[in-house]
T-cell receptor, first 117, second 115 residues
Framework: GAVVSQHPSRVICKSGTSVKIECRSL??????MFWYRQFPKQSLMLMAT?????????EQGVEKDKFLINHASLTLSTLTVTSAHPEDSSFYIC?????????????FGSGTQLSVL | AQKITQTQPGMFVQEKEAVTLDCTYD???????LFWYKQPSSGEMIFLIY??????QNATEGRYSLNFQKARKSANLVISASQLGDSAMYFC????????????FGAGTRLFVKA
């Protein structure tokens, strides 16, 4: 079963509204989660690294006031797209890193397709 | 700066044959991790295999194996006995040491399995 749950899977909103996307690690604690954006037929572009209990680290060119990230607990990170515009329409996907000894796995949520009208 | 390169935008393979998807990376870190993911048309990212930079043996997971050549900085994915369900996008990714746990992705390779 899924170990990272992302909700909602699809959202349609009006321009100017804000949208919150949740990412939960279901059976492990994730001090670090990542948020990616993917345009059609393109690769995943890292937007930011979400750190539990501290501020997120944003990649160059990503507006932190536009894409608010909160990692309030070891199992939940949220991405809020504020004042969404049509150009924000995209596939957003979160991931959480699970480390077991020297083995690592990066688990992904199922993604959120955002459409801004 | 860290970089992942996948030079094959698309690959075709006959069902039941093996296929190699190329991946090269660039990093100055000594400690890093390499991943391969499969993304079907549904959009979900499916973990396939992981290789740590200090692992001396190539990683294997069922029909997937990672041909890790550290000196050449390559981490090719080998899929044996291809199945029609293997048709998807495949992404190579790297988690670097100096970047923290930041994981970056290559451009991807679309694999088509022919019956």
């Amino acid at each position: 079963g899924a170990v990272v749950s992302q909700h909602p899977s699809r959202v349609i909103c009006k321009s100017g509204t804000s949208v919150k996307i949740e990412c939960r690690s279901l059976d492990f604690q994730a001090t670090t989660m990542f948020w990616y954006r993917q345009f059609p037929k393109q690769s995943l572009m890292l937007m930011a690294t979400s750190n539990e209990g501290s501020k997120a680290t944003y990649e160059q060119g990503v507006e932190k006031d536009k894409f608010l990230i909160n990692h309030a607990s070891l199992t939940l990170s949220t991405l809020t797209v504020t004042s969404a515009h049509p150009e924000d329409s995209s596939f957003y996907i979160c991931s959480a890193l699970r480390t077991t000894g020297r083995n690592e796995k990066l688990f992904f949520g199922s993604g959120t397709q955002l459409s801004v009208l | 700066a860290q970089k992942i390169t996948q030079t094959q935008p698309g690959m075709f393979v006959q069902e039941k044959e093996a296929v190699t998807l190329d991946c090269t990376y660039d990093t100055s870190d000594q400690s890093y991790g390499l991943f391969w993911y499969k993304q079907p048309s549904s959009g979900e990212m499916i973990f396939l295999i992981y290789q740590g930079s200090y692992d001396e043996q190539n990683a294997t997971e069922g029909r997937y194996s990672l041909n890790f050549q550290k000196a050449r900085k390559s981490a090719n994915l080998v899929i044996s006995a291809s199945q029609l369900g293997d048709s998807a996008m495949y992404f190579c990714a790297m988690r670097g040491g100096t970047g923290g746990f930041k994981t970056i992705f290559g451009a991807g390779t679309r694999l088509f399995v022919k019956a």
